[in-house]
């Protein structure tokens, strides 16, 4: 079974409108964590945002948040006021397991294109 | 802050030949860096979990003798392709974790990647 479902496989958004990036996660840990990734076309990974799953306040880092609902065990980026530079491959992860044996999990990712 | 460095970032080289790729963190200290491989449009698979000063975990089906890896510093480890083939072509990334890397809840700091071509 997938761990990270990431079900859009590409998603295309108007420039300065918002887009949500869904992420879908399976974990039977009570502590895990949660992230977010941009991958733009010249391959570096970057990292945007982190989710707690103990931190009952969604993240939000500038023109990013993280929706997290955990009873439905969802955690989707929303990426406010698009920008063409937020056109990128977008991953999802999430870090398992006890404390000094974490795991890492990435998503298949999303391909967002803003468009003008 | 939280740099990571990773060179070379591109490599074409002839089949038989051994590629050693250097990961560095410029700005914190690192007792754990991971190794990914991703192939074209597809996620990052894990292939190891380098640990300061002891030997690397692997994950199930990846070769270690194809795959060496040496993490000698808090702030530097190395993957070597022994003796690659076209197969082992894709692209190759490295991260960190800043602090005591499986304790610590901080993101990882990935390098730029090293796109490998064996010809």
């Known amino acids: 079974a997938q761990k990270i479902t990431q079900t859009q496989p590409g998603m295309f958004v108007q420039e300065k409108e918002a887009v949500t990036l869904d992420c879908t996660y399976d974990t039977s840990d009570q502590s895990y964590g949660l992230f977010w990734y941009k991958q733009p076309s010249s391959g570096e990974m970057i990292f945007l945002i982190y989710?707690?799953?103990?931190?009952?306040q969604n993240a939000t880092e500038g023109r990013y948040s993280l929706n997290f609902q955990k009873a439905r065990k969802s955690a989707n980026l929303v990426i406010s006021a698009s920008q063409l530079g937020d056109s990128a491959m977008y991953f999802c992860a999430m870090r398992e397991g006890p404390s000094g044996t974490y795991k890492y999990i990435f998503g298949t990712g999303t391909r967002l294109k803003v468009l003008a | 802050g939280a740099v990571v460095s990773q060179h070379p970032s591109r490599v074409i080289c002839k089949s038989g030949t051994s590629v050693k790729i250097e990961c560095r963190s410029l700005d914190f200290q690192a007792t754990t860096m991971f190794w990914y491989r991703q192939f074209p449009k597809q996620s990052l698979m894990l292939m190891a979990t380098s640990n300061e000063g002891s030997k690397a975990t692997y994950e199930q089906g990846v070769e270690k003798d194809k795959f060496l890896i040496n993490h000698a510093s808090l702030t530097l480890s190395t993957l070597t392709v022994t003796s690659a083939h076209p197969e082992d072509s894709s692209f190759y990334i490295c991260?960190?974790?800043?602090?005591?890397?499986?304790?610590?809840?901080?993101?990882?700091?990935f390098g730029d990647g090293t796109r490998l071509s064996i010809l």
């Open positions: 991260s960190a974790i800043p602090g005591q890397g499986s304790y610590s809840n901080q993101p990882q700091h």
């Open positions: 989710q707690g799953s103990y931190d009952e």
